[in-house]
């Protein structure tokens, strides 16, 4: 069954990003920019579209999982009849190779663990030429080349490589994943324990110089560094409604908050107020009403979180301070449990929507939180 949006986690490394889900597997990948065909694409299909899984063999009894503080290093603890491990993901501050580290920890007892790598490029469409390496193995298909270098055992198994290996308390396992381009000479090895704590020091130099001291800090701080891993290092850029409607939409919350009109005048007022009639739906923002014969979208969509910000923008600007904090704390309650949102929600099933995470959402987040019209210092 394909997990929930809002069962991912994102780690990155501000030219690419990955989705994990909370077990532990990578359904989502492209290398080596956001915007390359994807290698792993489970998330829009099935096992056979791409993965790379790493977890207990037997049955999972509880699971728990966090962003190291500061970081965009995901930890999950996993428990099993056997013991426990932890499972720590990142992915280094970019050099020459695109790599995904991951980190089989040892925590209690000894753990039989499994490893399942399916690697399928251009969107699951391409069956790459693999062969065993030195340590692991490695994947081509015309011009790109992914090398994983491991310490356990793999073997092929269904058109995947397989590793089974059992972890102590105290061990570690490493597993690094590499991308190149196939023409050149592979990359050089990694310490895998190193790249963690260096990728660590790299996110705390960032992310220390947060100078919010406001309420819901780990929040908003979680939220600058989705911000920053959604960033395209080498430019810095990240995301890029109709003319003539006379349809009323949501992005009209958007004039005071730039300055075209004053926010307590009589049509800000009156704007305000026409949307918490027409496009607030169980206390969320649609961003205009669907016609099909316009824009060719069913009335389906979930309702977006941008315009639900700046509605409590634009209600702390009228000074209507305690339902903006009321509608505030509502979006915070949204985030899954590594703090991440989507682009939208529906009220009606209770679930994230949309692209997940978006980065105009986690901006928008801090904007709300940190602005001069935040309803957060009221």
Known sequence: MPAKIEDYALIGDCETAVLVTRDGSINWFCFPRFDSPACFAALLGTEDHGRWRIRPAGPIRKLRRRYRDGTLILEIDLVTDEGEVQLIDCMPPRTEAADVVRLVQGKRGKVSMRMELSIRFDYGAVVPWVRHAQKGIWAIAGPDALYLRTDVETHGENFQTVAEFTVSEGEEVPFTLSWYPSHKPE????????????????????????????????????????????????????????????????????????????????????????????????????????????????????????????????????????????????L????????????????????????????????????TANGRRSPCSR
């Not at 009209?252 to 009156?270: I, K, S, Y």
């Not at 915070?332 to 105009?360: H, K, W």
Request: hydrophobic residues 40%; aromatic residues 12%; negative net charge.
């Open 187 to 330: 990359p050089p090895e990694q310490d895998a324990a190193k790249s963690v704590a260096e990728t660590a020091a790299w996110w705390r130099a960032w992310s220390d110089r947060c100078t919010y001291d406001g309420g819901w800090r780990d929040a908003v701080l979680r939220s600058f560094i989705t911000l920053k891993a959604l960033t395209y290092a080498p430019t810095g850029g990240i995301f890029v409604q109709y003319y003539g409607c006379k349809q009323l939409g949501a992005s009209l919350l958007m004039m005071p908050l730039v300055g075209f009109l004053p926010a307590t005048g009589p049509r800000m007022r009156g704007t305000v107020e026409a949307v918490e009639q027409r496009l607030v739906r169980d206390g969320f923002v649609d961003r205009y009403p669907t016609l099909l014969e316009v824009d060719g979208l069913p009335p389906s969509e979930g309702a977006f979180l941008v315009y639900t910000f700046w509605l409590a923008d634009n209600l702390a600007l009228q000074r209507r301070y305690r339902e903006a904090r009321n509608l505030f704390e509502r």
């Open 332 to 367: 915070l309650g949204l985030c899954n449990d590594v703090g991440l949102l989507s682009e939208e929600y529906d009220p009606e099933t209770g679930r994230l929507v949309g692209n997940f995470p978006q980065g105009m959402v986690s901006f928008q987040f801090h904007q």
